[in-house]
């Protein structure tokens, strides 16, 4: 079975500093991995998705994750974070059985916090 | 705009009460999912479906049914109310895993 880990439960970050949210996962196989984003009250957004091609994906907002096979990672980055990024966000690991659509496995998220 | 429409955003009930939440999609998806959100626990799956009629157990189906007579239509049905079922619960639907999902804005269900 697929489990993923997000190592940070809250992370501060300065407005305008970068930003580097830990991703981990466990799969046999190539996985599909999304990052979602939860504002408060709000239910989850896609920021975006990697399957396969190129291991660096670019998503909504300026955001974008690294794909590193080796390290079974999906980092999710943003050069500089905004007071608007401050949100919920939570890495995502799903498989295809064949005969259905598998549910995806969600991380247990990471609170982010902006400073002004 | 795609959506998935949660019919209730707030909702209080009795223990022992049988609730039913709905969730509506109008994407034409094929699959439909129940997570429930706690904190320190993140998501976790109710129940899924792939097709109309048809259903599979997610993580956690105890104490949970649904229902998917129509393909955009997927019920969550809690038979009787517990405390312990205190929880925001978010719909999702996806034409696939590869193309990840839509989610509803959530109910938060409060059991008193």
């Known amino acids: 079975a697929q489990s993923v880990t997000q190592p940070d439960i809250h992370i501060t970050v300065s407005e305008g500093a970068s930003l580097e949210l830990r991703c981990n996962y466990s799969?046999?196989?190539?996985?599909?991995l999304f990052w979602y984003v939860q504002s408060p009250g709000q239910g989850l957004q896609l920021l975006l998705k990697?399957?396969?091609?190129?291991?660096l994906v670019q998503g909504i907002k300026g955001f974008e994750a690294e794909f590193k096979r080796s390290q079974s990672s999906f980092n999710l980055r943003k050069p500089s974070v905004h007071w608007s990024d401050a949100a919920e966000y939570f890495c995502?690991?799903?498989?295809?059985?064949?005969?259905?659509?598998?549910?995806?496995?969600f991380g247990k998220g990471t609170h982010l916090i902006i400073q002004p | 705009d795609v959506k998935v429409t949660q019919s209730s955003r707030y909702l209080v009930k009795r223990t022992g009460e049988k609730v039913f939440l709905e969730c509506v999609q109008d994407?034409?998806?094929?699959?439909m999912f129940w997570y429930r959100q706690d904190p320190g626990l993140g998501l976790r799956l109710i129940y899924f479906?792939?097709?109309?009629?048809?259903?599979e157990k997610g993580d956690i189906p105890e104490g949970y049914s649904v229902s998917r007579e129509k393909k955009e239509r997927f019920s969550l049905i809690l038979e009787s109310a517990s405390t312990n079922q205190t929880s925001m619960y978010l719909c999702?639907?996806?034409?696939?895993?590869?193309?990840?999902?839509?989610f509803g804005s959530g109910t938060r269900l409060t059991v008193v």
């Open positions: 990697y399957f396969s091609g190129d291991t």
């Open positions: 999702a639907s996806s034409a696939g895993t590869g193309f990840g999902y839509t």
């Open positions: 799969y046999g196989a190539t996985p599909y």
């Open positions: 995502a690991v799903g498989a295809y059985s064949g005969g259905g659509a598998d549910g995806l496995t």
């Open positions: 479906s792939y097709d109309v009629k048809m259903k």
């Open positions: 994407m034409d998806h094929e699959n």
